[in-house]
């Protein structure tokens, strides 16, 4: 698992190796064109057929086939494409919002303190290179390069002045801050060129080789480093190696044989990272994680495109190929499914957005065009409506116009993360819509959610299957928490790690829990199978296989989601043996518990969410009974059992779920094959089928 988001200055303080400036200054609000290139790059006459393993004789070969030997700036855009975006952001509006703003955020960094050294509260991360890389330097450059505005360009020296003077850049501790170390570097140096004296490039280019670049390779080379992220296959692989490469490119002619070399070894290994969205383009780790990951190694892939012609095959796997569609196959009506260490996107306006680069790297019309439509959706109260700078880079008015938004399924399995849902009918922000997650326990950044649901109905959610997770990363979140899932019974936690925090457990999901005490409640090398499946005009139905998830505590256990498109039913139905005499929990998380009402008979639960109504019956088992926890400010909602075992032991460590309470249902003494059938209806006067087992489901049933 890897760690991972208008006063103008008075006076700024001049470095003694600042090049001296002109009096006059522009104001930052009117573009002015930037000095043409100083020749070179001609991608039409000269194309690399190479794929990886390369070496450094291709990289160099390419480099110089296309001509960008002195090309500046030239790693994500060239100074004919700044003007262009600077003409179009006069005429769109869409466009001209983005503009504005990196410049606005801009000036906004330039009254604010430099970053200093500093490593976060496990001693690891150090937070100020991701500030500044993630969220000042991307906008002091690019406003800049709009305005000519010096004052953008002397700020961005200034914290990488000061930077280049922390003792370390995280490469032999955690090499996540190298590689965004990395990647700031190659875009202040790219886009501040002609502003930098030769000392301050000499500055940045020896920094990053002695902190970064030659530690990176030596690790690569000598197969050591502390988790040896470049043989992952999660974000910490694309984001570390694209941002080497980003760094090599733009200093490449300081040593072309070192660049070249190191070049050709990040691309080889990069490789692991691209094919982790085989097959459906989907990212095991969630959608935070996924942008994270995809958001810095897209940059590296466009450096390598403009300065070496080719990414040579890395951008040609089938599932990368995908992967810009994966927010939106995980949307329903009313929000995103989270997965693991994700934040939570619940509401239409929350829901997660792609990236302009996909369109534009494969010149696709149709993403295009998906992808505005979504931007203007989810954004439609906002000023702002592309998603973030790089957006404002690669959106092309004219490839949307000419493309036509995709059209999804009404249902999909979508495997890497595993997720399946069935929705009642598209383009429709009230429609009926039930997901559930699956897979293994296992991913990078994983929970313990398997068969975790998710339920939408007239553009409210009414359940979730996760509460996100504990934003700052505590210390111990991490380590590995004693006791492990096959210890036997007991209350007493010897370790507190991982497994012992709420939004963590499968207590804190949307799922069944078997004999609650201190141990994990699922096994963590537990994956979910897809057992059964079927879509029609009728409905729809997907049923997981649960069984290793759950293996301490079961025999067998499936569960099933299953949406009637007739009748508007959802199901949620639970079939499985327990081991032994047990007590089991269903739980529900919901945003909608507030004013929650459960019938005198216990079966029936009518919810309310921003004055839309939704009804939830329980048909099975026939003694079993709905009970509300409600949503606190400062509690965190254990289970009645674990309740005196981390209450006191987690105090601080949990940050409270106010926003969200739960529908349960607590069974004793349960030791026979047990069918747990919760149907969720638009009224509740309406009539639930009859109880079938899931081998039996039809799409009509």
Known sequence: ??????????????????????????????PTPPPPNNGGGNSSTFLSTANVPIDGAEVLRCFTGMKMKDVRPRLLYSTSDIITIQQNAQADQVLKASYDDIISKAITVLSTPLLEYGLDGAG??????HTFANEQLPFLVLAYQFTRDTRFALRCWQQLDR????????????FLDAGIAAKAIAMAYDGLFDYLSVQQRERLSSSVRNLVLQPGKTQIETNTGVWKWYLSNDNWNGICLGGMIMASLATYETDSAFHSSLIALCANNMLRYMQSFDPDGASEEGMSYWAYGLSNTFLALESMKRCLSTTY????????????????????????????DDYLYVGKNNKFLSYCWFSHFWKDANMAKTHYDACLSVNSNKTIKLNGWTDLLFY????????????????????????????????????????????????????LDAGTFF?????????????????????????????????????????????????????????????PDARPEQNPVGKAILDRSANDNAGGYYTLDLTSNYNRDVTSYKRGIKLNRSTGIITIQDEFVPVKNSTVYWIMHSPSTDGLMISSDGKMATMTKNGKTYFARLVSPQNAVFELVNRSETAINYLTETQPIFSSLMNGKNKPNKWYGKLQIKMSDLSSATTIRIDFIKSNSQMSPSLIPMSLWTTGN
Request: proline share 6%.
């Open 396 to 447: 092309k008015k004219s490839l949307v116009d000419q493309g036509n938004a995709a059209s999804f399924p009404l249902a999909s399995y979508i495997r890497g993360i595993d997720y399946m849902y069935l929705q009642e009918n598209i383009g429709n922000d009230n429609a009926l819509y039930v997901g559930m997650h699956g897979g293994d326990n296992n991913a990078s950044h994983g929970h």
């Open 455 to 515: 339920i939408q109905a007239n553009g409210e959610n009414f359940a979730v299957g996760s509460l996100g997770l504990e934003i700052p990363y505590p210390s111990d979140y991490f380590s590995a928490a004693v006791p492990v899932y096959s210890a036997p019974m007991g209350n007493a936690v010897t370790t507190v790690g991982r497994y012992s925090y709420y939004k963590i457990r499968t207590e804190g999901k949307s799922c069944l829990v078997f004999n």
């Open 313 to 340: 095959g890395l951008t040609e796997q089938t599932g990368f190929k995908k992967t810009a569609l994966f927010p939106y196959l995980v949307s329903g009506p009313a929000g995103t499914a989270t997965f693991g």
């Open 1 to 30: 698992m890897r760690w991972v988001k208008f006063a103008i200055v008075a006076t700024l303080i001049t470095l003694a190796c600042t090049k001296p400036k002109d009096n006059a200054t522009p104001s930052p609000l009117t």
């Open 163 to 174: 930077m280049c003077s922390y003792p370390d850049w995280g490469a032999n501790r955690h």
């Open 124 to 129: 690891l991360r150090i937070t100020s290179i």
